[in-house]
T-cell receptor
C-alpha cells in the first residue's frame, strides 16, 4: 500500500512568486492534514480536511495560503505571494477516521529567497 | 491552546545504552500522546502512542510512560542501536480532537555512537 506522497520534495522560489504543493493521501483516508515546520521549531498544524470539506483551518497563517481538496482525494496548498518567512518543511498527513493514527508524508522543503 | 515542551533538544548515547526523552503538556484535557521518529529525508513515522487511561506502554525496545497528574510523558529506548539515530517528536492531542490534530514538541536529535 502506498503511503502519503508529497510533491515536490524541494522547491526554491523567489519572494513574491507563487508555489503550489501537492499531497496524495493514503487511498481511502478521508482525513487529510497539513502541517509546517519552520527551522528549529515545532511542527505546527495548518488545517484539516474531512473529504473535501475544511474541518479546521485555525492554523493557517494568513490569506496568502490557500488549501483545496477538490473531490476529496489529493490536496494542494498554494502560497501566493510567497514571503521569506514561509520557508520551512510542509508536511501532509492522512488518517482513515477521526480516531485513528495519522500517517505523514516525507514533506516538501520550501525555500523562499 | 495546548503547549508541548520537549527536552533535551539533542542527545548522544553510546550503542547499547538507554535514551530517555521527556515532554510536558499544558492542557489537562489532552488524552492521546504519540511519538514520531523522523529519519533523514523522510517524514515523521509513528513509533508508539499512549492514551490517558494507561500509565505505561511497551513495544520491544521502546516504552512510553505517562504521568497525568504531573502532565508529562517520556520515551524510553533501551539497548540503543545506530539505526535509532533520528529526530524524535512527542505530540499531544486534546480530548475531543481528531487524533491527527496534534501539538508537537520541538524535537530531539538522538545520535547513537557505535
Amino acid at each position: 500500500e502506498a503511503g502519503v506522497t508529497q510533491f515536490p520534495s524541494h522547491s526554491v522560489i523567489e519572494k513574491g512568486q507563487t508555489v503550489t504543493l501537492r499531497c496524495d493521501p493514503i487511498s481511502g483516508h478521508d482525513n487529510l492534514y497539513w502541517y509546517r515546520r519552520v527551522m528549529g521549531k515545532e511542527i505546527k498544524f495548518l488545517l484539516h480536511f474531512v473529504k473535501e470539506s475544511k474541518q479546521d483551518e485555525s492554523g493557517m497563517p494568513n490569506n496568502r495560503f490557500l488549501a483545496e481538496r477538490t473531490g476529496g482525494t489529493y490536496s494542494t496548498l498554494k502560497v501566493q505571494p510567497a514571503e521569506l518567512e514561509d520557508s520551512g518543511v510542509y508536511f501532509c498527513a492522512s488518517s482513515q477516521t477521526l480516531n485513528t493514527e495519522a500517517f505523514f508524508g516525507q514533506g516538501t522543503r520550501l525555500t523562499v529567497v | 491552546g495546548e503547549n508541548v515542551e520537549q527536552h533535551p533538544s539533542t542527545l548522544s548515547v553510546q550503542e547499547g545504552d538507554s535514551a530517555v526523552i521527556k515532554c510536558t503538556y499544558s492542557d489537562s484535557a489532552s488524552n492521546y500522546f504519540p511519538w514520531y521518529k523522523q529519519e533523514l529525508g523522510k517524514g515523521p513515522q509513528l513509533i508508539i502512542d499512549i492514551r490517558s487511561n494507561v500509565g505505561e506502554k511497551k513495544d520491544q525496545r521502546i516504552a512510553v510512560t505517562l504521568n497525568k497528574t504531573a502532565k508529562h510523558f517520556s520515551l524510553h529506548i533501551t539497548e540503543t542501536q545506530p539505526e535509532d539515530s533520528a529526530v524524535y517528536f512527542c505530540a499531544a492531542s486534546p480530548r475531543g480532537s481528531t487524533l491527527g490534530r496534534l501539538y508537537f514538541g520541538r524535537g530531539t536529535q538522538l545520535t547513537v555512537w557505535p
